[in-house]
């Protein structure tokens, strides 16, 4: 049995976006125009009147009017367990804060698998509205990004926050 996934393309606040979804929900979402990945699989473009396509592009658009601080979409996440999990906590980090990776890992339950941490938080399918940019180095440094360190740097200045923040689990 083939699942249908859908795509579609739209460019809010400069960047290129390409979101994949399925009839459960947001199943991948691209900094770049990866709809030349509709060739390699069986994937019917976005209709304009479809929900995931309306919502996911309307909040993003609302995200960075600074009108929007907490996306309210149905995710189709697939991974292992512990990404899972990290995502999770990732969904956790409120607007405007970061946390380490060390601290993701420590509320995790080891504090010693912040490399895994940081594997998880790079394989993130859904940048942003899973708020992977919030995670930065103990040190304050950023880290790295998948959409580029320029864009995790604009992220963290619209939400108005470049420094050490905790959060409660």
């Given amino acids: 049995m083939n699942e249908q996934v859908f795509s579609a393309t739209a460019k809010i606040a400069s960047i290129n976006f390409t979101l994949f979804t399925t009839h459960k929900g947001i199943l991948k979402l691209f900094f770049n125009d990866a709809s030349h990945l509709r060739e390699s699989a069986s994937i019917t473009q976005l209709q304009p009147d479809d929900p995931y396509l309306f919502g996911t592009f309307t909040q993003l658009r609302e995200y960075f009017k600074v009108e929007r601080k907490k996306f309210d979409l149905p995710l189709d996440l697939r991974g292992t367990e512990f990404q899972l999990q990290v995502w999770d906590q990732l969904q956790k980090i409120p607007y405007g804060k970061t946390v380490s990776y060390k601290q993701i890992a420590a509320a995790l339950g080891d504090s010693n698998k912040v490399r895994a941490v ?29 959409g580029g360190i320029h864009l995790k740097e604009k992220l963290l200045k619209l939400e108005g926050k470049l420094s050490m923040g905790l959060f409660e689990f």
């Fill in 118 to 146: 940081g594997g998880a938080n790079g394989a993130n399918p859904v940048p942003i509205i899973v708020p992977c940019h919030r995670v930065i180095n103990t040190n304050g440094g950023l880290g790295g990004y998948t």
